[in-house]
């Protein structure tokens, strides 16, 4: 017989004196322990913009980037109907026209203002919008032309394409082929990012014809020995292996930006096929153009390396002509692809390591941070040293913001639903807090600036971000949703139902992100503001919400399957249980509530915990001190069989549990007590402040229960599986490692329903639609298991050296 809920307490905290006096930050740790050196690519840039190229083709690149880097700047500062009409007007040929000034930086956002200022900006705009209504049946053409989200193709046939075209003796055509990659691939990027911003098929198909076109225009400015390496769609991509240094070295500049910008637009359009063919099979096929599109940046990087070696033994690198762009480009794409993969399971990174795919999330992080020059270690910059950082030519690369973004993005987004090691907060507010100065009025940072502050728990600051935060484009309104969803988001942590209702009501009415999601939310949150008049619309929602749903490569997420699940619960039994803190959950916002909200939070859930007290029979209370799931006391026990075999008196048990008119009601039971243990286990280790006994033992009570009763769940698993992992959590904490990554591999042993023995899974039933999501959590607390040993073994450090070293 299991040992007794009181037992269970005493053998936890026995060994109290693990538990620190004040909680560690999860807010600011130490960077890693790097296995490797990462390379300083800012350093080789040796391109003489002084200097006029000999060639014509490589003049126009170099204006072509010049007007780029302005239209970034407009764009990334919310002025972007600007930039898009620069896209438009189409390169201007070399010998034209007075070329832009070379010397321009992108230091500060307000330079592009001012270079345009003597322009008519109402004129760009309407000319982009004339060009708009010409070209609509082209798809391509809608890319370059920035148009609305709403605007469909007057009937299916192909115009030819209306994007300009540079050419050596300067003379435009709309019947010739473009020959400008630098204008195609930032109208693809554009098209792709208001694809995803509307989430409209018709527009994932424009932003996937608009990288084709990328795709095609620098696949014609190639080295010709390099395209013979076969199509981005060829199986032999994945047996090619990297292309060596070698290749590059023979090339000119020229060719050197379009097989990185080839490669980067078939990454790019690989992703947007993904969502929009909603095909498992593409999913395949796209993995292997990122392989042919990964044997480029490789081989690009394998180039850099050597060039970077001659550097260091002194040798003169200028021939080379490696430029800011060249170097933002590189670190980017080859980042990125240590970073993403890095989350993936292990046996799925063993085999893509396998055919020369690299996973190292630490190193990729710390490749970016050199790219901007950026340090965790270092001391704050004097006013000497940040001038000279705005003023640096490195900073000019067209993906240098993005190299930014991608560290504050991990930081403070990713971080919040996957838990990850060497978290910075600081380090991520330094990097954004750099890019507002130069982009004050820009979207894009100013939410990621909110974002940080909802993470360290100042909401109210949040909120205000978000509020000040203006998409003044018509056609990139739905960019102002992620603000909208964020503040209703704030506002549910604060049980702000007024609020959170109005904001969920504007999602649905406006946004096409997932109306499956905002039916549900706008239902629930109704429904807590308890106003009876609406009623009907609540239910009307509710049978809406699994019509909703779409798939992405072949399946559903995760979080719209589990909206469709409670909506149909609520169809049938008319009631839902704390349905907003439960949604919170798939968002982990529970990290981001500071002490007074947790406590509200904890007083409302209590509430319901005592009224669902009383409504259990009293036959089960006379088994309080028997716990029903033996297996969950012991988990060698785990590997016993079915339902059947748990119990001996289960028939007793079963007749003796019912609660007349309510059929879930041990999973509404379980979820009370999950979630009232979920937030006082927030309230006992919340960041800095001292640790809180009596909220740790009434967490570990509450996961008993869930223990005790999981047997009787119906359909609500996921809160056994979360009981598991936070419980193992607490065992991190009091320093009880062993213990703790014995309950995780428990866990990873369920993914297997059939091993659970809860009576809905037997019955074929209540699958956890949230298994990934706990998976997710289970693979980064073993990562932090192995990282505190490493620590208490004194093997993990601080990485020697700084970023900044080696400057030549």
């Known amino acids: 017989m299991p040992p007794s809920a009181k037992t269970e307490r005493d053998q936890e905290f026995k060994h109290g004196q693990g538990f620190p006096n004040i909680n560690v930050s999860r807010r600011q740790q130490a960077p890693p322990k790097l296995k490797k050196p990462v390379p300083h690519y800012r350093h080789l840039v040796r391109w003489n913009k002084n200097q006029v190229p000999e060639s014509i083709e490589e003049q126009q690149m170099n204006q072509d980037l010049v007007i780029l880097r302005r239209a970034l700047d407009l764009f990334l500062n919310s002025h972007m109907a600007e930039a898009e009409a620069i896209l438009a007007r189409g390169p201007v040929p070399v010998g034209t026209s007075p070329a832009p000034d070379a010397s321009y930086s992108s230091t500060a956002a307000q330079k592009a203002q001012e270079a345009f200022a003597s322009q008519d900006k109402k004129e760009l705009v309407q000319k982009a919008q004339e060009d708009t209504t010409n070209d609509r049946d082209d798809l391509s053409s809608l890319a370059s032309s920035a148009p609305s989200s709403t605007t469909k193709p007057a009937n299916g046939k192909k115009s030819a394409s209306s994007s300009s075209s540079s050419s050596g003796d300067g003379k435009k055509s709309k019947d010739s082929e473009p020959t400008a990659m630098y204008y195609e691939l930032g109208k693809a990027i554009i098209q792709g990012l208001r694809a995803l911003v509307t989430f409209d098929p018709y527009e ?254 100042k909401l109210d600051e949040a909120i205000t971000t978000y509020h000040s935060a203006k998409v003044e484009e018509p056609r990139w309104h739905q960019l102002s949703h992620i603000f909208v969803f964020e503040e209703m988001m704030c506002a549910m942590m604060q049980a702000d139902h007024h609020t959170a209702c109005e904001k969920s009501r504007q999602l649905l009415k406006e946004s096409r992100w997932s109306k499956c999601a905002f039916r549900y939310l706008t239902a629930i949150t109704g429904y807590e503001r308890g106003v009876e008049s609406e009623k009907k619309k609540i239910d009307s929602l509710m049978g809406k919400v699994e019509n909703g749903m779409q798939k992405v490569a072949g399946m559903h997420l995760f979080f719209e399957t589990f909206c469709a699940r409670k909506s149909k619960r609520f169809i049938k039994e008319g009631h839902l249980l704390l349905p907003s803190y439960d949604f919170m959950l798939l968002w982990n916002t529970f990290d981001m509530m500071p002490p007074k909200v947790l406590a509200k939070a904890l007083d409302n859930i209590s509430a319901e915990v005592r009224r669902l007290q009383a409504l259990l029979p009293a036959k089960m209370l006379e088994r309080e001190s028997q716990p029903l799931a033996a297996k969950d006391q012991t988990i060698e026990a785990a590997s016993g069989g079915y339902l059947s075999g748990l119990w001996s008196n289960k028939g007793a048990i079963e007749r003796d ?9 041990y999973d509404d039971y379980c979820l009370a007590f999950f979630l009232q243990g979920l937030v006082a286990y927030h309230l006992a280790f919340f960041p800095e402040d001292p640790f809180s006994r009596e909220m740790c033992e009434l967490a570990m009570e509450s996961f008993q229960t869930v223990f005790r009763y999981a047997p009787l769940i119906k359909d609500d698993t996921y809160t056994y599986y979360f009981s598991h992992y936070y419980k193992a959590k607490i065992w991190i904490q009091q320093g009880r490692l062993d213990e703790a990554q014995a309950r995780f591999k428990y866990l990873l042993g369920l993914s297997n329903t059939n091993m659970l023995g809860l009576p809905a899974l037997v019955g074929g039933k209540g699958r956890n639609s949230l298994e990934l999501f706990v998976l997710l959590k289970v693979h980064s607390g073993l990562i932090e298991i192995d990282t505190a040993r490493a620590t208490a073994n004194g093997t993990e450090s601080v990485r020697s050296g700084s970023i900044r070293s080696g400057k030549y």
């Open 204 to 457: 994932i198909e424009a932003g996937m014809k608009a990288f084709e076109k990328a795709i095609k225009v620098s696949n014609k400015q190639r080295k010709g020995s390099m395209i013979g390496l076969g199509s981005v769609k060829a199986v032999g991509s994945f047996v090619v292996g990297t292309i060596g240094a070698g290749s590059f070295r023979g090339m000119n500049r020229v060719q050197k930006h379009a097989e990185l910008v080839y490669a980067e637009a078939t990454i790019l359009r690989s992703l947007l096929s993904v969502l929009y063919h909603l095909d498992a099979w593409m999913v395949i096929e796209e993995c292997i153009n990122l392989r042919h599109a990964f044997t480029i940046i490789q081989g690009l990087k394998s180039f850099m390396d050597s060039v970077e070696s001659e550097l260091r033994a002194g040798k003169n690198i200028d021939h080379h002509q490696i430029d800011e762009h060249i170097v933002s480009g590189v670190t980017l794409s080859y980042s990125l692809y240590n970073i993403v993969i890095s989350f993936l399971p292990d046996v799925i990174v063993k085999m893509l390591q396998l055919i020369g795919f690299p996973s190292d999330r630490d190193w990729g992080m710390a490749m970016l941070a050199a790219c901007g020059d950026w340090d965790p270690m270092s001391p704050p910059e004097s006013p000497q040293e940040h001038a000279e950082r705005l003023a640096s030519s490195a900073n000019d690369g067209v993906r240098r913001q993005f190299c930014d973004m991608v560290p504050i993005i991990f930081q403070v987004i990713v971080s919040s639903f996957i838990p990850m090691n060497h978290v910075d907060l600081n380090y991520a507010q330094m990097i954004n807090d750099y890019n507002l100065e130069l982009y004050p009025e820009s979207p894009f940072f100013l939410f990621l600036k909110g974002r940080h502050l909802q993470v360290t728990s």
């Open 657 to 665: 549990s019912k609660v007349n008119n309510y059929e879930n009601f």
